[in-house]
Every structure is written in C-alpha cells, then in structure tokens.
C-alpha cells in the first residue's frame, strides 16, 4: 500500500484506467467462456478450453476488481492531499489578504493622521485645570511657519485666556511672524522644532526639581508642567510627539514666564 501511495497521480489514473480495461476484457472472456460451456457437450472438443476461459476470466476479473480498488483509494489520496494543500494555500492566502487590509487600514489612519490638523479637544475641562494658576504670565517663543501650527497657537492662545492666565511679549528674535496677521506687538519668531514643548527658568537645579512632586515644584514650573501634561492628552490627533518634556532653565530663576514653542506637527 506504501508504495501505491508514492505512485504519481498520472501513474495512479494510468493504472485506475488499466484495470478497468483489464476488467472488460476478461468480463469478455468470461461470456465468450460461459457461450462455449452452454453449445457443447462436456466431451466435445474444446469444452474444456472454454471451461479454462470461465476460470481464467473470473480470476481476471478478480485481480481487475482489486486493482481498481486498490488505485483508486490512492488516487482519492492523492486528490484529498492536492484539495489539502489547496485548502491550506488558500487559507494562507486569505490570511495574507487580511494581514494587507489591516496593513491597508493603518496606513490610511496613519494617513488620515497625518492630513488631520492638531487641534485642542476636551477644552472646558483642560481651562479647568490650568485655571489652578490663574495669572501665571505666559509668552510664545517661536512657532513653525505653516497655518496648521499658527492655528495650534492661536487654540492655546485662546485657552490660557479663558484660564486667566497672563500673555507677555516674547523672548522677540528674527524672522518673526504676526500670528494673527496684524502688529500687535507681540509677534512670534520662526522656530524648526515639531510638537509643542514648554520652557520655564528656576533657582534650583534640575537634579533639585525631580527629586520634588508635581505640587511641590516652584510655581512657574508646575504651570508648565502641568501645561504640558494637559495638552498632552487634550491634542487631537493623538500622539506621543505632540508634546515634548518642559525645558527647564536651572540656575536663574529671573523669569516667572512659561515660554511655549509651537512646533510642526510630528
């Protein structure tokens, strides 16, 4: 049975057909066998070549019959396996198509994403907690000069108001853009960075300031914090960039202003 298995699956119809054959033709012998017995009498010449026919043709058509058994169960296993493999390779290939749809979808997100301007969400609750330093003095020190980041600016401009927080002029530098299109004094100098990041001075070192908790931080530096933190998971669409850690300027503590730098979007 071994080795029919190993039989290719043209041998396996070649050997299917030759036993069918083989089938016939001693089912031929057979008849022309039994036609002989019945016209002669026992003792008449060639009776008994026709009984050997009958004999002959019935053990033929026995090995015709196990033949035909035996090569098509191995074809039937050679065509289970060839439905086997392409069941598998179909599946595979279904598994492909979905793992490039799910690829297809992130990509569009992805795109999506990326065509979508940052924008604030949340807002009532996020001027909520910034409403904690209320009249924390704040300034703009740069911003990337495309509209979707000079709209980001002007949505946290408008948010610090509301929160009561106090806009300064900025650090000033060159080139420089009037966000809102009109000299108001307080116009804001081009930067190269991506996401938002905050910048505060303190008195104390940096080694000093995270040894501390967020409540413990010197004023300037918790509003900062907390800025960034808020508008961390309050900028649509979301992301780990949008946000950067707050600059901390250790060792002058002269100015009590949050500097914020409006990047491009990440």
Known sequence: MGNLLSLSKTKAILCLEASEWALLIFAVVVVVGLIGEHRLQWWQRWYEAFAIAVVVGCGGELIADGGIF??????????????????DKAGKANEAAEEARERAAKAELELAKLKTPRSLIDIPQLTSDLGLFKGTEYAFSSVFQDSESMDLLKAIDSLLQQAGWKKVKGPGGFPAVNVYGKEDGFAVPIGFSSGVQASVDSSESLIA?????VEKLPPPVRAAAVLTLGLGSHISPQSPDNTRPVDVQSGSGASKTVRIAVGKKP
């Open 70 to 87: 035996l090569f098509s169960s191995a074809l039937q296993t050679i065509v289970d396996s060839e439905v086997a493999a392409l069941n």
């Open 209 to 213: 300031l995270q040894s501390l908790s």
